[in-house]
């Protein structure tokens, strides 16, 4: 038997193609096939993933047939295989029949895809390096610290000083709210907050090393106001829940752990620049870990989240879901399971709560700081300009959203 054949008759996915458990997308379930070679991350539905998963070189295409009917109780037609080959010709999936200059194209493309996702207004990355060599260097050497001997008692000592920021928070928010701050205390806590945060991303990337992902880069990122770390963990899609959600849960983990030493600091030092130094990093520290586990924000608590239900975006999906139940009611979000259906209802109105409230504070405030400056009048004047231009922005963004996301759906196959 010549390797054309062999292709045909017993075909087999190329090295470094991967496929990864279901997820929900809204009322649908998807597998996401990452192509190493390429960079590409695809879409495919249940049963496209079924008849992939048994793409393995040991099974003839009757073999193939034979276990889709006995699970699916339809037998699939040449018409069936001529768009399942069509599609694995098209993204070079096959072992056997590639073509070097498609592979190419495919590489550059998702490489212009990537680059363009980075730019933006009020988002942007950077990237700096690819952490894989170094990671996969580092991860035997700090292995224990990934077994429940480490990490129970660390979890336990995080939250102690959780505890511990909370009963003596008085004290903390008095400490950093008054007296004089060196440049050099102020600079200590910019640099060490950095450094933190760069860890924090790092765990991110291990976690998912150790759990067999590849990451592919660590940069930085600009995200309005602020300049941070990020890491790049996108193989985590083909991870199951309960390893997404340690993923990404791994870099909470670290901040809170990270705040250990500053407990011990500021429980031992003398009333000083260290002891305050330690106070404000307990403040800011936990406050930050606080915000980070807020569901509502696209940060690590949000994708926890997500990743427990197994869904693949739980925030846009619930745009899509309220959307279809506003326009046609009832019997336009019919084809939802009910748990979804649950899901999205009460994610979408724990939202419009948690923004509303956000708003009204923020609102009040601001006001009572322009109106004491420049008068009542103006301060409703300066408020609805701000709400102009911030309307314009989300409206940019909403448009920016849905192109990359027209974009996603027809580089996908689903």
């Known amino acids: 038997m010549t390797t054309v054949d062999a292709t045909w008759t017993r075909p087999r996915l190329r090295d470094g193609v991967a496929l990864g458990p279901g997820q929900w997308r809204g009322e649908k379930l998807i597998h996401h096939v990452r192509d190493a070679e390429t960079g590409w991350f695809y879409r495919v539905g249940p049963r496209e993933h079924f008849l992939l998963s048994r793409m393995d070189g040991t099974r003839t295409l009757d073999d193939i047939a034979v276990e889709y009917a006995a699970t699916y109780q339809r037998r699939l037609g040449p018409e069936n295989w001529q768009q399942l080959f ?31 996702a980075r730019r933006g207004p009020l988002s942007a990355r950077w990237p700096l390096f690819d952490p894989d060599t170094l990671f996969t260097w580092l991860l035997p050497r700090i292995g224990p610290l990934f077994s429940w001997w480490f990490v129970l008692p660390a979890l336990l000592a995080a939250l102690v000083v959780t505890g511990y920021v909370g009963a003596n928070l008085p004290d903390l928010l008095a400490g950093t709210g008054g007296g004089h701050r060196p440049l050099a205390a102020i600079m200590a806590a910019v640099v060490i907050s950095w450094l933190i945060i760069l860890l924090h991303e790092c765990a991110h990337g291990l976690t998912c090393r150790h759990f067999g992902g590849r990451v592919s880069e660590i940069g930085v990122m600009w995200r309005f106001p602020l300049l941070a770390p990020y890491c790049k963990v996108d193989d985590i899609v083909l991870f199951t829940p309960r390893r997404r959600v340690a993923t990404a849960f791994a870099g909470v983990f670290v901040s809170m752990l990270a705040l ?32 980070n586990l807020v569901p509502f924000l696209r940060l690590d608590g949000y994708h926890m989240l997500g990743h427990a239900l197994n869904l693949a975006d739980l925030r846009a999906d619930t745009y899509r879901f309220w959307g279809r139940l506003l326009r046609g009611g009832r019997r336009a979000t019919a084809d939802y399971r009910r ?70 759906a027809r580089g996908s196959d689903t």
């Open 86 to 116: 069509g599609m694995l010709h098209r993204r070079q999936l096959l072992d056997g029949a590639t073509d070097p200059e498609a592979i190419a194209r495919l590489t550059a493309s998702a490489a212009e895809g990537a680059a363009k």
């Open 260 to 291: 250990v030493p500053f407990a011990v600091i500021r429980a031992v030092a003398e009333p000083g620049v260290l002891h305050d130094l330690a106070g404000a990093m307990l403040l800011f520290g936990t406050a930050t870990v606080a915000l």
């Open 339 to 408: 748990r979804e259906r649950l899901i999205y209802t009460g994610y979408g109105v724990a939202s419009v709560v948690f923004v509303a409230t956000v708003l009204t504070l923020l609102i009040r405030f601001w006001y009572g700081s322009l109106a004491g400056w420049i008068g009542p009048g103006w301060a409703v004047t300066v408020l609805v300009a701000e709400a102009v231009v911030l309307l314009a922005l989300a409206g940019h963004l909403a448009r920016r959203r849905r192109a990359a996301t027209a974009d996603e």
